[in-house]
């Protein structure tokens, strides 16, 4: 192992976790937003609404990441009528193809978690909130949500983390994140092993940042903040019980 290339490299290999940050910061805030919507469509009634849902979830959970980057970078710029319209101006570019591909993958699977948790969200409450008058927003709003939001933020937190970890397939398309400068350092000086070794670790400290904010956040919305309890004082005595009869201590 050689230490000098490894530490040589860092600040490029910084520079590359900064695009990394970027684009999973990005997609994440979409991808919600997405998920959001796509939940809600998907505990609607209406045909008209949760079978396209269905369908984007089947399709995004059911195909590799990998491919679904491939054909909207490489697919789509086969189409000639893709190429002559506006949305070529961002289709063209490698960054925009793979922030649509995260943002919609992560959207398939985070609108599932939403919606087992508003699911695990207890009928009780619900029922007793429509006794009282509440409207259906105002329910959603008072009562599904927050408590959707402590159930399904563990799971929510893992798939975070799957995503920075799946963001490495941006380099496929010729993105210079961490993985890309790590491969294009690593095709000059030969040496893999050291460039891939430094971006492992800079892929864990992203992790373990991710990890300790989301177990900040469960910690502040679970309420669980329990206060050491005062020691009680033992009597100096035994107290007498007072419910057996005490001899007068006289005899005949």
Known sequence: MNIGVMIDSIPALLGGAGLTLQLVGLAVVIGFVIAVLVAL????????????????????????????????YYGLSQFSAVRDSALWVILREPFWCALIAFSLNTAAYSAEIVRGAVQAVPRGQIEAAMAIGMSRLTRLRRIVM????????????NEVILLIKASSLASTVTLLDLTGVARTISSVNYM????????????????????????????????????????VPLPDQPVPDQSLPVASGKTK
């Open 146 to 157: 927050p408590q959707a939001v402590r159930i399904g933020l563990p799971a929510y937190g």
């Open 41 to 72: 469509a998907r505990l609607s009634r209406s045909p008209l609404l949760w079978l396209p849902a269905y369908g984007f979830v089947f399709f995004f959970r059911g195909t590799p990441l990998l491919v679904q980057i491939f054909l909207i």
């Open 192 to 231: 893999p092993v050291e460039l891939l070794s430094v971006a492992a670790l800079i892929y864990l400290a992203m992790t373990f940042v991710v990890t300790r904010a989301f177990k900040v956040i469960e910690y502040l919305l679970s309420g669980d903040r329990r206060q050491p309890r005062a020691a």
